[in-house]
């Protein structure tokens, strides 16, 4: 039987490998970037992710680049997520953003994913 690796928690669910998400049982329409985005911040819940790796891990963005590509992506997930955005999405300001899980969250699995290097210096 084949294992899947999914997030779910009282109101969102994303699966990663159809990489698909649904809220309150309804099928959340994302962008692939808005989706990629999400599954970062989920994949690394309760840890602040810094702006440059979230721009290199979605955007390929190298140290250096200046843009407003990672702001109007989480206004935009923040609008889809409607009433659970702030409970959610955290803006750590100058510093990044972190994916805050929803009460009793569950990771059934997590997807294989290598742990920032940023991340891993700061000991998280």
């Known amino acids: 039987m084949e294992q899947r690796t999914y997030y779910h928690d009282a109101h969102l669910t994303l699966d990663f490998e159809r990489k698909s998400a649904t809220l309150d049982l309804q099928p959340l329409p994302l962008t692939r970037k ?7 911040l989920v994949s690394y819940a309760g840890m602040i992710i810094p702006r440059s790796e979230v721009l290199m891990r979605v955007w390929g963005y190298g ?8 702001d109007v992506h989480i206004r935009h997930l923040r609008k889809k997520l409607g009433v659970h955005a702030d409970v959610y999405i955290e803006t750590v300001f100058g510093v990044g953003h ?7 969250a569950m990771r059934l699995q997590s997807p294989q994913m290598e742990r920032p290097a940023t991340l891993a210096a700061m000991g998280a």
């Open 98 to 104: 972190r994916f805050q899980p929803f009460g009793s």
């Open 34 to 40: 808005e989706y990629d985005l999400l599954a970062l």
């Open 63 to 70: 140290a250096g680049i200046r843009t407003r590509t990672l």
